[in-house]
């Protein structure tokens, strides 16, 4: 996903860069179109390629001890012993945790899309969470 949203940056700059070069040249008879438009088209393309790459930002990391979810908004470090589940259901977008409150963190970083990749991602966060119930965390 972080390469299409990558490439999706790169054409959304690219055109906005390309309009406001030849935004000059052009007028609609009424309107003529100063160095000021040009500047400000191309930061409109610079910022609608900004948010794009910023939809790229979720990751996920664990280790024995907790595991780390980074979604589009916020950081959360949850640790082993307030995870109930692990869940990556059938029809499920992404994969998300079960928490000891009964809340749900869903984690982006882990999505359907990716396939296989998502898969052994989840059953490697399920080994970490049985490791750290056999190890008597919880």
Same mark, same amino acid.
Request: aromatic share 6%; charged share 20%; proline share 2%.
């Given at each position: 996903?972080?390469? $299409?949203?990558?490439?999706?940056?790169?054409?959304?700059?690219?055109?906005?860069?390309?309009?406001?070069?030849?935004?000059?040249?052009?007028?609609?008879?009424?309107?003529? *179109?100063?160095?000021?438009?040009?500047?400000?088209?191309?930061?409109?393309?610079?910022?609608?390629?900004?948010?794009?790459?910023?939809?790229?930002?979720?990751?996920?990391?664990?280790? &024995?001890?907790?595991?780390?979810?980074?979604?589009?908004?916020?950081?959360?470090?949850?640790? $082993?012993?307030?995870?109930?589940?692990?869940? *990556?259901?059938?029809?499920?977008? $992404?994969?998300?945790?079960?928490?000891?409150?009964?809340?749900?963190?869903?984690?982006?970083?882990?999505?359907?899309?990716?396939?296989?990749?998502?898969?052994?991602?989840?059953?490697?966060?399920?080994?970490?969470?049985? &490791?750290?119930?056999?190890?008597?965390?919880?």
């Amino acid at each position: 996903m972080r390469i $299409w949203f990558g490439l999706g940056a790169a054409v959304v700059i690219g055109v906005m860069i390309t309009v406001s070069v030849l935004l000059k040249t052009s007028t609609t008879g009424v309107v003529a *179109f100063r160095t000021s438009d040009q500047v400000a088209t191309m930061g409109i393309g610079l910022l609608l390629g900004g948010a794009i790459l910023y939809c790229a930002r979720p990751r996920m990391t664990a280790d &024995a001890d907790a595991v780390t979810v980074r979604n589009i908004v916020g950081t959360h470090v949850v640790p $082993w012993e307030h995870v109930r589940a692990v869940r *990556f259901d059938e029809h499920s977008p $992404w994969a998300s945790l079960l928490l000891s409150d009964e809340d749900e963190m869903s984690v982006l970083a882990v999505q359907a899309a990716d396939g296989e990749r998502a898969v052994r991602a989840v059953e490697g966060m399920r080994a970490l969470l049985a &490791a750290s119930r056999v190890d008597g965390v919880v």
